[in-house]
């Protein structure tokens, strides 16, 4: 993702955000959309976009770096363009959810979180992503992909933008 | 699904067969939103009263009672208070609740403006696993739906009552389904639980009184308002009563959601509902409720009824009804490795027998990788998960410590030889 050292809300997540603040009745209570808001325009959470939430909303910067370090699926490091989360647990694993993570990162060659060198993925290694049923699974984007082998999961990613 | 024997639906799932159910004119035509409609010509006390004579118990995994938790709740209606529908869905095997409203947001939408009005809250929100992006999109599509019926908004029918319902993302964090981490993470916080008492329903989001339900509890009420807590009750047993949805993986031929009476055995579950055992493997274990719940070995698994009483007594817990199948061919060290090393990551940090007891139970299996264990490591186990259990602000050091402690029990022979056997070599992250 490229990234400039400044940040605003464009004007239609400006309007969002606006939007976001009437339906709380503190404006703390938006910050979980706001980063999420906020990610999707600039792909990752660096400083320089916790400075411009942290003015825009009037929450002290620290606080947001706490919420940020504290759910998987904020990133405070570059991602690639398109993020694809591994379930790792029980189910999964059964039916080799840990093999595909592993051979993904080895065809990717890369690691947990870091861009492919072309910045197309990311590869996360996740938690029990709730869609047992698919085992093994995995989230490409916002979209659950499952019943996978190495070779279908290789195979769907490649066809990745 | 329907209930053959008195030929009628069950309660929450019975609009799932229909094509484009999620649309609310389609869902209406069905017969949706009829419910909500006669409950606003009744009285909010006698809603609570019907709740409560339903038996109906908390869904999302503790299975208290949804009618008396709605009790302490303040009756002022003047006051500002909350209802927070819980779809963080994050136990490890379940995902019923996603299968739930992915396909039927309505009933969700449904029940919680019953509950609301029966509650007198102003303002609801569903707090959604961020995981779940799509769900949360087919929420928010159907409750602009439900606004522009009237449904939703001031003065909701003529009836001087005013509800508004949000859509709140979570962002990936097993914790934030506890209902006080919820609560943390929906004021924008880390989502670290806090200490009850006071219960959210009297001190909640932002200090206010807030009732927090599961999706599945809240989606029952239409189904129980319509045909009266006797009906509810045919169900099930006298403490557990009424259907479950139930989150079926692992070793089966037909993984999937579920709707049957609670007490259904977990025999017929496997073997009539999930098409039996997958390669007609035999059957080793059963995780019975999340993988929170401790292991049943195949005989007890073949004697346990799906209902609160049963699996407790027989050692284990309902839980969110997430059964975890396992068949001859899985090793039980496994199993409990990938459990702890789940619990590990999700334990949210503040209290310490739970942040540093799951890193130690986590640790014997890191050893083991190396090639460093001892076999007196599943004492070890034992002791550590013992001295985590009752001690911290949440139930998550609980959750780990229990099917640790339940492994053990069914499993010490397994997991001893398990931890001596040489490490296999891992590939490097």
């Known amino acids: 993702m490229s990234t400039t050292e400044t940040f605003e809300f464009n004007k239609d997540n400006l309007a969002t955000y606006k939007e976001y603040l009437t339906r709380y009745d503190d404006v703390e209570s938006a910050l979980l959309p706001v980063l999420h808001l906020a990610q999707e325009q600039n792909g990752w959470l660096p400083d320089h976009v916790v400075s411009y939430i942290s003015l825009l909303m009037s929450i002290p910067e620290i606080k947001i770096k706490e919420v940020i370090s504290f759910y998987d699926m904020f990133y405070d490091v570059p991602v690639g363009r398109n993020i694809v989360q591994v379930c790792t647990n029980i189910s999964c694993s059964m039916f080799g959810g840990r093999e595909i993570y592993q051979g993904l990162l080895k065809h990717f060659d890369t690691g947990y979180l870091t861009p492919t060198r072309d910045g197309r993925i990311s590869l996360q290694k996740m938690e029990c992503l709730g869609a047992c049923e698919l085992a093994p699974c995995m989230r490409v984007n916002d979209d659950f992909v499952g019943n996978l082998d190495l070779t279908s999961a290789i195979q769907k990613l490649e066809e990745l933008p | ?429």
């Open chain 2, 1 to 429: 699904m329907k209930d053959t024997a008195n030929n009628k639906d069950y309660a929450l799932l019975s609009y799932h067969h229909i094509p484009g159910v999620h649309k609310i004119e389609i869902f209406e035509r069905a017969g949706g939103y009829e419910t909500m409609k006669e409950c606003f010509k009744k009285e909010p006390e006698a809603i609570k009263e019907e709740v409560k004579a339903s038996g109906l118990r908390g869904r999302g995994g503790a299975g208290f009672a949804t009618g008396v938790k709605w009790g302490f709740f303040t009756k002022d209606r003047k006051a500002i208070k909350y209802l927070l529908c819980n779809a963080d869905e994050s136990e490890p095997g379940t995902f019923k609740d996603r299968f739930l409203v992915e396909r039927n947001p309505h009933i969700l939408i449904e029940g919680m403006i019953i509950s609301a009005w029966a509650l007198a809250t102003q303002k609801g929100y569903i707090y959604i696993r961020g995981e779940f992006y799509q769900q949360a999109v087919i929420l928010e599509r159907a409750i602009k739906e439900a606004y522009a019926k009237g449904y939703l908004g001031k003065n909701i029918l003529g009836s001087g009552f005013d509800f508004d319902l949000y859509v709140h993302r979570g962002a990936g964090a097993y914790i934030c389904g506890e209902e006080t981490g919820m609560i943390s993470s929906l004021e924008g916080k880390k989502g670290q639980p806090k200490l009850k008492p006071p219960f959210p329903a009297i001190k909640g989001y932002r200090g206010l009184p807030t009732m927090v339900n599961n999706v599945e509890s809240l989606a029952a009420i239409p189904w129980i308002m319509k045909y009266g807590a006797p009906a509810y009750k045919q169900w099930g047993t006298e403490k557990s009563p009424g259907t479950k949805l139930f989150s079926i993986s692992g070793d089966v031929n037909k993984p999937g959601v579920i709707e049957v009476p609670l007490s259904t055995s977990l025999k017929d579950i496997i073997e009539i509902h999930c098409g039996g055992m997958r390669n007609g493997n035999k059957l080793k274990a059963v995780i019975p409720g999340g993988s929170s719940a401790p292991i049943f070995n195949a005989a007890d698994s073949y004697l346990v009824k799906m209902d609160y009483e049963d699996v407790a007594a027989k050692g284990s817990m309902l839980g969110s009804g997430a059964i975890i199948v396992l068949d001859e061919t899985r090793n039980m060290g496994d199993v409990l490795k990938w459990t702890l090393e789940f619990y590990h990551h999700e334990s949210c940090g503040q209290c310490t027998p739970c942040r540093e007891g799951t890193g130690w139970l986590e640790s014997v299996f890191k050893r083991k990788e190396k090639g460093q264990a001892h076999i007196s490591d599943i004492d070890l186990l034992d002791k550590t998960a013992s001295s985590m259990r009752g001690q911290t602000i949440c139930a998550l050091a609980d959750a780990a410590a229990m099917p640790t402690q339940g492994m053990i029990k069914v499993f010490r022979e397994e997991l001893e030889a398990y931890v001596m056997t040489p490490a296999k070599v891992m590939t490097k992250k």
